[in-house]
């Protein structure tokens, strides 16, 4: 069975950093590509960022370009994302995602809130 969850969310204020974590478990974490998505109140998901399975970056969302960095451990079955600078409109569930030719999977979310 897989499993994607996620931690490291909450309320911070505008300017401040989180890290998001999401530990995998049941599959091959290192033949996975990763990434996260995000979904604001009353929006579409969008996809944020992903890491190649040797921890190269191949897409950020423009928006949180110089801002967040995503990256793996694969002895950990675990990817990160690092929020810095974060902004209201960074508000939303954030969704771990692992991909693999037609295998994808998700996680349930965390919730990041951005607010003084």
């Known amino acids: 069975q897989v499993q994607l969850v996620e931690s490291g969310g909450g309320l911070v204020q505008p300017g401040g950093s989180l890290r998001l974590s999401c530990a995998a478990s049941g599959i091959i974490f290192s033949t996975y590509g990763m990434g996260w998505y995000r979904q604001a109140p009353g929006k579409q998901r969008e996809l944020v960022a992903t890491i190649t399975t040797g921890g190269d970056t191949s897409y950020f969302l423009y928006s949180v370009k110089g801002r967040f960095t995503i990256s793996r451990d694969n002895a950990k079955n675990t990817v990160y994302l690092q929020m810095n600078s974060l902004k209201p409109e960074d508000t939303a569930v954030y969704y771990c995602?692992?991909?693999?030719?037609?295998?994808?999977?998700w996680g349930q979310g965390t919730q990041v809130t951005v607010s003084s």
């Open positions: 995602y692992a991909y693999l030719k037609q295998y994808k999977y």
